[in-house]
């Protein structure tokens, strides 16, 4: 989609969105948009929603998983040229999914804008590039982790 394609559809920016970082042991969790990129979970915040709102519902309606980010504060990426489509200020939630029988292994399950919906080993998420600055939120989210 053209700059101008996108102003036209979502109109001029800057925009208020939403990415989530959720880990699950050595994994977290990944979509993939238009059989071309995979990116953290997440998209625009509505104009009567909360921050913590726009994340659960992007969750649930990107991998059908529901979690509560109301208890979190997120982390704000502003850098006006983050995505090259538009201004987009996102704020990030960073969480771990509390589902601990491995043998199980919760399966996201891939809806609305997103065609695929998997839990990546963080090694092989290193490893492939990610829309706009998703790689370094998600380094940033990885560092915060092992300070905890």
Request: net charge negative; charged share 30%.
């Amino acid at each position: 989609m053209t700059d101008r394609e996108y102003e036209k559809k979502w109109g001029k920016g800057p925009h208020v969105t939403v990415d989530i970082v959720l880990f699950w042991n050595d994994k977290v969790l990944l979509i993939q948009r238009e059989d071309t990129y995979w990116a953290l979970p997440g998209g625009f915040v509505g104009h009567a929603e909360s921050l913590s709102r726009a994340a659960n519902r992007e969750l649930k309606e990107e991998t059908d998983i529901e979690w509560w980010f109301g208890h979190l504060n997120p982390v704000v990426y502003d850098d006006p040229n983050r995505d090259e489509r538009s201004r987009m200020i996102t704020h990030v939630f960073i969480d771990e999914f509390e589902y601990h029988d491995d043998d199980y292994g919760y399966v996201p399950a891939a809806g609305d804008d997103a065609i695929a919906a998997q839990w990546m080993s963080l090694k092989e998420a290193h490893r492939i590039t990610l829309f706009a600055d998703h790689n370094q939120i998600l380094v940033d989210a990885v560092v915060a982790r092992s300070k905890k």
